[in-house]
């Protein structure tokens, strides 16, 4: 159970480390965009988690893990 518990630990630092590096970058783009189509302002706080960038680097990182918990789990499978 230890090591599913330290994978999951593992997967959230990643993605908040992502997070961290893309959100700023992402946001200024899709603030560009807006700004493109006539839309701006202080209060405009851009959906970069619902984003096609940000959902598409999210699909990498999750199908890159998702193995990763496949291997644990049949290790503790073989275990019992």
């Known amino acids: 159970m230890a090591r599913i518990r330290n994978?999951?630990?593992e997967y959230q630092k990643a993605i908040e480390l992502v997070w961290e590096e893309k959100r700023i970058k992402l946001g200024a783009a899709?603030?560009?965009?807006?700004?493109?189509?006539?839309?701006?302002?202080?209060a405009i706080e851009?959906?970069?988690?619902a984003s096609?960038?940000?959902?598409?680097?999210?699909q990498r990182l999750d199908a890159s893990y998702q193995k990763r918990f496949e291997e644990v789990n049949n290790l503790l499978l073989k275990a019992l």
């Not at 899709?30 to 202080?42: D, F, P, T, V, Y």
């Not at 851009?46 to 988690?49: D, F, G, R, T, V």
């Not at 096609?52 to 999210?58: A, G, S, V």
């Open 7 to 9: 994978l999951f630990k």
């Open 30 to 42: 899709q603030r560009e965009e807006l700004k493109l189509r006539g839309i701006s302002g202080s």
């Open 46 to 49: 851009p959906a970069i988690e």
């Open 52 to 58: 096609p960038e940000w959902l598409e680097i999210r």
